[in-house]
């Protein structure tokens, strides 16, 4: 997924929140809770940084439009 980013892959941020789920299933699981908080931290910002990169994607593509 960091390579993905790197990339600028919309696809990668699909990555992030795959592995934020599971880590927050497993680490609930193992009674770790501040983790867990800390990872569901982590879900919501890679939920943001889908929308926010499609957002972007959307107005440059918009702007190649009109020029």
């Known amino acids: 997924a960091q390579i993905l980013m790197t990339r600028r ?8 929140i795959v592995v934020n789920i599971i880590s927050i299933g497993l680490y609930w699981q193992k ?3 501040w ?3 800390l990872y ?3 879900l919501g910002m890679a ?8 957002r ?10 009109a020029a």
Do not use: S
């Open 9 to 16: 892959y919309i696809d990668n941020w699909h990555w992030w």
């Open 31 to 33: 009674d770790l809770y």
């Open 35 to 37: 983790f867990t908080g």
């Open 40 to 42: 569901v931290i982590f």
């Open 47 to 54: 939920g943001w940084g889908l929308v926010e990169w499609r």
């Open 56 to 65: 972007a994607e959307a107005r440059q593509h918009n702007a190649v439009k």
